[in-house]
């Protein structure tokens, strides 16, 4: 395996950039006690401009961030997507 030096947030070494840098498509679920217990937000960015925006419009009441859909369960937990004006919608 070679070897990987990290500076920073920089990892030298490999050709994948770090989840920081790149920007896609991040979905955030709630805990179970929020207003929208089964509820999905999808936001666009890197991993800190996406999390920033959750706190932004929620504050902290948010359950997790994942890659994808799959990985947030939606299909599995038959969640449905919370747009950004608040209104759900039903899958």
Known sequence: MPKVQVVGKIVLGRKKMCKSMSEREWIFTFCS??????????IYGTYETARAEMFRRYNTAWGF???SKELA????YKLYEVKKDGNAKSL
Do not use: I, L
């Open 33 to 42: 006690r929020h207003e929208h217990p089964k509820g999905y937000v999808v």
């Open 65 to 67: 961030q994942y890659k």
């Open 73 to 76: 369960g939606v299909s599995a």
